[in-house]
């Protein structure tokens, strides 16, 4: 069982930086592949980015290749989501989620979830 907690979610101006976490428990956190996932309103969530369970790999999404980096240190049992350049367009709910076994770009493939945190990118 592995539980997740988001952190870090605001207020932005386009262009501007912001810095999202994630503290999961348990103890083999580093055996989970980690996401972040976006969600606005009436809409589907949206795969952001991943990570594999060591590290050693990331995916992103097309939209926010270049200007997003997701990371993680398993001592800290965290991964983190660095946002630069930010666009309105990125104003969303953003979810980091966790699943055992290999990364996938589906929410469904994901087994625990967040609660979520607010990144708004003003104009």
């Known amino acids: 069982q592995v539980q997740l907690v988001e952190s870090g979610g605001g207020l932005v101006q386009a262009g501007g930086s912001l810095s999202v976490s994630c503290a999961a428990s348990?103890?083999?956190?580093?055996?989970?592949?980690m996401a972040w996932f976006r969600q606005l309103p009436g809409k589907e969530r949206e795969f952001v980015a991943a990570i594999t369970w060591l590290g050693f790999s990331t995916y992103y999404a097309d939209s926010v290749k270049g200007r997003f980096t997701i990371s993680r240190d398993n001592a800290k049992n965290t991964v983190f989501l660095q946002m630069n350049s930010l666009k309105p367009e990125d104003t969303a709910v953003y979810y980091c989620?966790?699943?055992?076994?290999?990364?996938?770009?589906?929410?469904?493939?994901?087994?625990?979830w967040g609660q979520g945190t607010q990144v708004t990118v003003s104009t």
């Open positions: 348990g103890r083999t956190f580093s055996r989970y592949a």
């Open positions: 989620a966790a699943r055992q076994g290999v990364v996938t770009t589906t929410s469904n493939d994901y087994d625990y």
